[in-house]
């Protein structure tokens, strides 16, 4: 089922298309002014409105007391969002690159997601960390990784990753007005893709995932961006006469596996796409959910596709190998649909 | 960067060395002694399951600290934390539960000895990675700003936590927006089985005096001595002054924890009978409550007769309450 059918208040009446970097600006700028205790923080978050200019304009209106540029200090401010975010704050914590994410574990796995399961339920920690994902940027090894799979394996966390505006902008509400410590993640070549947004308020669930398209061949799960690109592979493959499904998982933790397991029983073949590295990462996870919940209605293993387990390399040449296309992806479901 | 409003902060009226609140102080002190005391009776009994990091030595630290603070301003403590506790208003009882991992304990058994939080006294919990709760306690500091309270946060930590960039990250960005937070360092000498001075360069107040932070570098047996010194960094912080760093020099006369016996290697039995006889903080205060006629040696034994009651009765409540039922292990991993 199409979770759309979920989320609230959607107005049909007025939608615009904008693109996914001002579907984040106005998800922030909205909640903001509906709630005095969020705030922002990240370096170069306030008058540079980040390197991707995602956050422009909000410091106009909400000023440096709530949009506040930090040093370069990810650990520091990563703990000073838990502290914050403990005693009646909301905090946005600013991380530019997925990659510093390793700077912030001790206070994201150790601090943020134990907090509350520590106290007995006492204390909660009510931060978003918000983040980006995704190579092909030319920006090497230290700054197009996709380390969402880290975050996700690590219980109280909740793990986000849109693939289109529209859920960006539903998701990122819903990120903030949670209890719990989202990470939020974003994939970078994403910010000027453009959709459909409404201008009415709306907000959409996490553990919900998307049917982007239906079909009945082949289920293409995805997360991010990957979306985006099993959209095209699809629609290859419709020229091929394959009728591929494409859903999209929204958030990692919680997972929808009901939806996931579903379709994998209706069309019988699966591919799980996802740009971090394939090994040990979100794609094994998923086929694993979907081997278990649907392996007697399966035609064929479960197949993954993630990026390849190499540092991402600089080399526009040798990049490019390395994360999931849709040629990729529509050749692989050409040989699993084959004996069909 | 944070907002100024903020209601009107009130000094608190410093404590005359003839005022009756030293016995309180006394009180506060055996209490934490008597409690590790008995904790250790625990472990040695296994009747206690893990371990424990006992504050025995440092009592001044975390009695002279608390007693500046208000119930509603914000405490970070670390493994060693059981003082700290107890010292900003957690009851025995509950204290005890939760090390032994009863559902009457503060955190239903889930946190134990190292992850004691209770929101009701402001203690925002434990923490068991070393300079772990750095960033926490300023964070809370500055949400106490943008909240527009006067509430104000101590980080306690250790020397070990000298050794985490962490905290250089926080002190750095307390000291840019003037939060109201309170690093106070507890230099026991010892990070685990290692001298401090093998592990830090340097000045340990210099740290502090690099990002232009009140520095107070104190004798952290002397709880008048403690007291005075966090009332003037407290103040500080309540007006707005910005952060301060309470350098309290310090001796841990047990282990690093409680299975730690055999600690010659490490540090000598004279070393330690130095500090046990000359340097006992709740001694240092029993005798210049003596020396001054605000107690005498019956005053004091009372007061330890009464603690040694409630220690025994919360014990027994701990140990006669019950375990948490099964289920509750997947409850609380999410709000």
């Known amino acids: ?340 | 960067m944070v907002q100024t409003k903020k209601k009107k902060s009130r000094v608190p009226k410093p404590v005359s060395d003839r005022d009756e609140r030293w016995l309180h102080f006394y009180r506060q002190m055996v209490k934490i002694r008597l409690f590790e005391e008995e904790v250790n009776q625990l472990y040695l009994g296994a009747k206690m399951p893990g371990l424990a990091h006992l504050y025995i030595g440092e009592e001044a630290i975390a009695v002279g600290v608390c007693e500046a603070l208000r119930q509603t301003d914000y405490i970070t403590s670390t493994h060693r934390g059981h003082g700290h506790c107890i010292a900003k208003g957690a009851t025995l009882d509950r204290m005890f539960s939760e090390l032994l991992g009863k559902a009457a304990g503060y955190c239903r058994g889930k946190g134990g000895s190292m992850h004691i939080a209770d929101q009701e006294s402001g203690n925002l919990g434990a923490n068991a990675i070393v300079g772990g709760s750095a960033g926490i306690a300023t964070g809370a500091a500055m949400s106490a700003r943008m909240r527009g309270t006067d509430q104000v946060a101590v980080c306690f930590f250790g020397d070990g936590a000298l050794g985490q960039g962490l905290l250089y990250e926080a002190m750095n960005m307390a000291a840019l927006w003037k939060l109201p937070v309170i690093y106070v360092c507890e230099n026991n000498l010892y990070n685990e089985y290692t001298h401090y001075s093998e592990t830090t360069a340097g000045r340990v107040s210099a740290r502090a005096e690099a990002f232009d932070i009140l520095t107070e570098s104190i004798d952290g047996q002397d709880v008048k001595v403690v007291h005075t010194a966090a009332l003037k960094c407290v103040a500080q912080a309540r007006r707005g002054a910005g952060p301060s760093f309470i350098l309290c020099n310090t001796y841990r006369f047990h282990g690093h924890h409680v299975g730690d016996i055999d600690r010659a290697y490490y540090r000598s039995k004279s070393e330690e009978e130095q500090w046990k006889s000359r340097r006992d903080p709740l001694k240092l205060l029993a005798d210049w409550l003596k020396k001054n006629k605000m107690a005498d040696a019956k005053a004091l034994q009372a007061v330890e007769n009464d603690i040694s009651t409630e220690i025994k009765a919360a014990v027994n409540f701990a140990l006669n309450a019950p375990y948490p039922e099964p289920e509750e292990v997947t409850q609380h991993v999410y709000a």
């Not at chain 1, 409105?49 to 520091?76: H, M, Q, Y």
């Not at chain 1, 009945?216 to 991010?224: M, Q």
């Not at chain 1, 985006?228 to 009728?243: R, Y």
């Not at chain 1, 919680?254 to 397991?261: S, V, Y």
């Open chain 1, 1 to 340: 089922m199409a979770a759309k059918t979920q989320d609230t208040a959607v107005s049909e009446a007025k939608v615009r298309e904008i693109t996914f970097a001002q579907a984040i600006n106005e998800a922030l700028a909205e909640e903001m002014r509906r709630d005095p205790t969020v705030f922002i923080i990240g370096e170069d978050v306030a008058e540079a409105g980040t390197p991707f200019k995602v956050l422009s304009g909000l410091v106009k209106e909400f000023g440096t007391n709530r949009v506040i540029d930090s040093p370069i200090s990810e650990a520091g401010i990563a703990g000073i969002g838990v502290g914050a975010a403990m005693t009646g704050m909301r905090p946005i914590v600013d991380i530019m690159f997925g990659d510093f994410l390793t700077l912030t574990m001790d206070q994201l796995v150790n601090q943020a997601a134990k907090i509350r399961y520590m106290s007995g339920g006492k204390l909660k920690v009510p931060l978003v960390l918000r983040t980006t994902l995704g190579a092909a940027r030319r920006s090497a090894a230290q700054h197009s990784q996709s380390l969402h799979a880290w975050v996700s394996h690590i219980p109280g966390l909740k793990v986000v990753v849109p693939a289109t505006p529209y859920d960006a902008k539903g998701l990122l509400k819903s990120a903030i007005r949670d209890d719990n410590p989202v990470v939020f993640f974003e994939d970078k070549m994403m910010y000027q893709l453009k959709g459909s947004v409404p201008e009415a308020e709306y907000t959409i669930p996490f553990g919900v995932a998307d049917i982007k398209r239906t079909g009945t061949d082949i289920t293409l799960v995805a997360t991010s961006s990957m979306v985006q690109v099993a959209l095209e592979a699809a629609g290859s493959l419709h020229e091929a006469d394959i009728s591929a499904e494409v859903i999209d998982v929204r958030t990692t933790v919680p997972l929808d596996k009901a939806t996931l397991i579903g379709s994998a029983r209706k069309t019988s073949r699966v591919i799980v796409i996802d740009e971090g590295y394939e090994s040990y990462g979100v794609t094994a996870e998923i086929a694993s959910a979907i081997a278990e919940g649907a392996f007697y209605y399966l035609d064929a293993p479960v197949r993954r596709m993630g990026a390849m387990d190499v540092p991402v390399p600089f080399s526009p040449v040798l990049e490019d190998q390395t994360v999931p296309t849709a040629a990729k992806v529509a050749e692989l479901a050409l040989g699993v649909c084959k004996n069909r």
